[in-house]
C-alpha cells in the first residue's frame, strides 16, 4: 500500500537481490520473475541500472543496455503496483535519461499503458517502424 510522503531514494547502479528482484517482477506479473537467475545475470550486466526504494524497500527498477556512446536501450522499468502514481517511473527515467542525454538514440518498446507515460517523458513512435521480437513470455 502506498504510502504519501515517503522519501523516495533514487539510485545509480545500485545492488539488488534476487528476493526483492522476483517480488517486484511478480507483482508487476512479468513472466521474467519465473527465470530468476537470468533475470538477476540480467539485470547485473546492464549498462547501468536505477533503483528505487522507500525505507530500503525496492519499489521500482529500470535497466539500459547500450553501446556506451550512440545507443541505449531501455528493456525494463517497473514500479510496484501500490506505488503507482506517485511519479516513481519518472524519477527513474529522469535519472536514467540523464546518464544517456547526450547519446545519438534512445530506444524502447512500450506497450499498453505505458505509451502515454513514455509519451509524457518525451519519447515518440520511431518513423514508420513496427517493433518485432521472438518472446518466451505470455503477458503481452
Given amino acids: 500500500m502506498s504510502e504519501p510522503n ?3 531514494a533514487i539510485a545509480v547502479d545500485d545492488t539488488v537481490d534476487t528476493t526483492e528482484v522476483v517480488a517486484l517482477y ?7 520473475a519465473e527465470k ?3 533475470l538477476l545475470a540480467a539485470l547485473r550486466n546492464s549498462h547501468s541500472l ?3 526504494r522507500i525505507r530500503g524497500k525496492l519499489v521500482g527498477i529500470a535497466n539500459a543496455i547500450s553501446d556506451g556512446h550512440l545507443v541505449v536501450y531501455f528493456p525494463h522499468l517497473l514500479v510496484h503496483p501500490d506505488y503507482h502514481g506517485q511519479g516513481i517511473g519518472r524519477r527513474i527515467m529522469v535519472a536514467m535519461q540523464g546518464r544517456y542525454d547526450d547519446f545519438h538514440q534512445q530506444m524502447l518498446t512500450a506497450d499498453g499503458d505505458s505509451v502515454a ?6 519519447f515518440e513512435r520511431a518513423g514508420k517502424t513496427v517493433p518485432m521480437w521472438i518472446y518466451g513470455g505470455d503477458e503481452h
Wanted: hydrophobic fraction near 45%; proline fraction near 5%.
Fill in 117 to 122: 507515460f513514455y509519451e509524457a517523458i518525451g
Fill in 26 to 32: 511478480t507483482a508487476n506479473d512479468w513472466s521474467s
Fill in 36 to 38: 530468476p537467475d537470468e
Fill in 6 to 8: 515517503l522519501a523516495i
Fill in 50 to 52: 536505477v533503483t528505487a
